[in-house]
């Protein structure tokens, strides 16, 4: 396990010391005391492309107090515990724009390792905007559209994959 090191340090069923521990046939951290396995899974985040008549996409600039601020990104959130992924975009999607969007396809699924505190699961749905009104929120605090091929400065990485990946199909190359 590619560790820098080591997240949690207390069993939450009983409050004893984690460890890592051998557990099936990969290190987990696992309680000294119970022997609960703590399993570090991915935090599940969604976005929403939205992309209007030339194909330009609708970014938004991260706000101060935010991670990355003054960096753009595709809209975008975590999944609440026990809301359904296309909810969730839904719901992120109005927070940090104003606007109401449809859900669409799933366009990618890509894995984010730009922070080492968490590893998160993005998946990216293609949108269209149904109502409200345009106006930053939540963790931005500006939104414009902006050519695949030639973004702004990106918070995450796998948005620059992203937007290359809708460049090529732009460009006929799918």
């Known amino acids: 396990m590619n560790r820098i090191h080591q997240r949690f340090s207390f069993c939450p069923k009983c409050g004893g010391t984690l460890a890592y521990q051998p557990v099936k046939s990969r290190e987990r951290l696992q309680c000294q005391q119970c022997g609960y396995v703590f399993y570090e899974n991915p935090i599940v985040g969604v976005a929403v492309i939205v992309q209007d008549r030339h194909g330009s996409v609708l970014l938004g600039r991260r706000a101060a107090g935010s991670t990355y601020p ?27 724009t104003g606007l109401l969007v449809e859900i669409g396809d799933v366009f990618t699924v890509l894995s984010n390792f730009h922070n080492p505190q968490s590893h998160t699961v993005g998946i990216w749905f293609v949108g269209k905007i149904v109502g409200g009104s345009p106006q930053a929120g939540d963790d931005l605090d500006a939104i414009d559209w902006f050519s695949p091929g030639d973004p702004p400065s990106l918070a995450f990485p796998t948005d620059a994959v992203v937007l290359s990946m809708l460049e090529q199909k732009l460009a006929g190359g799918e």
């Open 70 to 96: 003054g960096l753009w990104c595709i809209p975008c959130g975590y999944v609440e515990y026990e809301e359904e992924v296309r909810a969730a975009a839904c719901r992120e999607f109005t927070e940090e």
